[in-house]
């Protein structure tokens, strides 16, 4: 008899399959352009459409014709700068050393951060005093905020998250000091048909079975105890569960990063790409947005954060010539 043999089910890529701490994920490693600006952006997915564009890569097979491209919606209004973190060198890494919040704080602001003081500070005279303690200072990041008031959500709280900034610590604090209290838009980070690396929680779906969370096979009409489990749970030795072996569990939810998502245009103006009765479950797209080659984790209204490419490739061109504008609501 052949001897019968396949790859395992299910990925062990990620450990542990467990729930996302936040919507709004946490970026763990920032890419330096070497350059004072923030290194990345957030928006909000309204949903997918798809575009015809003319291919100039070089060695494509499709070169110089027109193809069809699913693409991405994403709005994004402009990031609101709402203070300048300041870290110092700890035992265990870096600590926060103090925060220099803006004046002109909404009041929307107050339903994402509800410890700030209510005295009204100087922060030029703060910057002042820390810039006098710049030896002791070992990073300077911004806290932004989103503005979801722009947009089709009925959300009122905005997403507050760190960026950091390029260059080096006199270029942070300059470019920290001239944002503090402004509004940072999508343009002036990012480019067309460039690159970036996209981090969203994926789209969640409960507890679920180790068939549909590893696609493992069923077993046979006349197994046991039912068909849709594991063959065995392990070895004898060691008396334990392995992480290895399929088990049920959460699915969907995570944290997730996609690396080199191509973003195709940056645009204004809503209405050039807005179906005839809007994107399903979002609606109209306002003002500022980007098109992203392909999908991207997470379900419509979920927070997408991008920024620029940890694994750099070199940039090709796609000139969008026809965006489709038929509904979506099928």
């Known amino acids: 008899m052949a001897k019968y043999s396949k790859p395992r089910s299910g990925s062990l890529a990620y450990v542990p399959r467990k729930r996302a701490k936040k919507e709004t994920p946490r970026i763990h490693s920032w890419p330096d352009t070497?350059?004072?600006?923030?290194?990345?952006?957030?928006?909000?997915?309204?949903?997918?459409?798809?575009?015809l564009a003319i291919d100039h890569r070089k060695n494509s097979p499709t070169s110089g014709l027109e193809v069809f491209v699913p693409v991405t919606v994403l709005e994004t209004p402009p990031l609101s700068v709402a203070a300048i973190r300041f870290y110092k060198k700890d035992y265990n890494g870096l600590r926060v050393y103090s925060d220099i919040y803006s004046n002109n704080l909404p009041e929307d602001f107050r339903?994402?951060?509800?410890?700030?003081?209510?005295?009204?500070?100087?922060?030029?005279?703060?910057?002042?005093e820390l810039e006098k303690k710049l030896d002791e200072i070992a990073d300077i990041?911004?806290?932004v905020y989103t503005q979801p008031k722009l947009t089709s959500l009925?959300?009122?709280?905005?997403?507050?998250?760190?960026?950091?900034?390029?260059?080096?610590l006199e270029e942070k604090l300059d470019y920290?000091?001239?944002?503090?209290?402004?509004?940072?838009?999508?343009?002036?980070?990012f480019r067309e048909n460039q690159y970036v690396d996209v981090t969203a929680v994926s789209r969640g779906k409960g507890f679920q079975?180790?068939?549909?969370?590893?696609?493992?096979r069923m077993q046979s009409r006349k197994a046991g105890k039912?068909?849709?489990?594991?063959?065995?749970?392990?070895?004898?030795?060691?008396?334990?569960?392995?992480?290895?072996?399929?088990?049920?569990?959460?699915?969907?939810?995570?944290?997730?990063?996609?690396?080199?998502?191509?973003?195709?245009?940056?645009?204004?103006?809503?209405?050039?790409?807005?179906?005839?009765?809007g994107f399903l479950r979002y609606g109209m797209v306002r003002k500022d947005y980007v098109l992203i080659k392909g999908s991207v984790p997470g379900p419509s209204k979920r927070l997408i954060r991008l920024t620029h490419p940890r694994k750099p490739k070199k940039d090709v061109t796609y000139r969008i010539t026809h965006v489709n504008l038929s509904t979506k609501q099928k």
Request: charged share 30%; proline share 6%.
């Open 226 to 277: 039912g068909r849709r489990h594991i063959g065995t749970g392990g070895a004898w030795t060691p008396a334990r569960k392995m992480w290895r072996e399929p088990l049920p569990g959460q699915m969907g939810y995570h944290t997730r990063t996609e690396h080199n998502k191509m973003l195709m245009r940056i645009g204004d103006d809503g209405s050039e790409i807005n179906p005839v009765d």
């Open 209 to 216: 079975g180790v068939i549909k969370r590893y696609g493992i």
């Open 176 to 189: 920290a000091r001239e944002k503090l209290g402004g509004l940072i838009p999508v343009s002036e980070v």
């Open 34 to 51: 070497g350059e004072p600006g923030i290194l990345g952006f957030a928006g909000y997915k309204a949903g997918m459409s798809n575009v």
């Open 111 to 128: 339903r994402a951060v509800t410890t700030l003081d209510s005295k009204k500070k100087k922060p030029d005279k703060e910057i002042k």
């Open 141 to 143: 990041r911004l806290l």
């Open 154 to 168: 009925s959300k009122k709280k905005p997403d507050l998250m760190e960026m950091h900034i390029g260059g080096g």
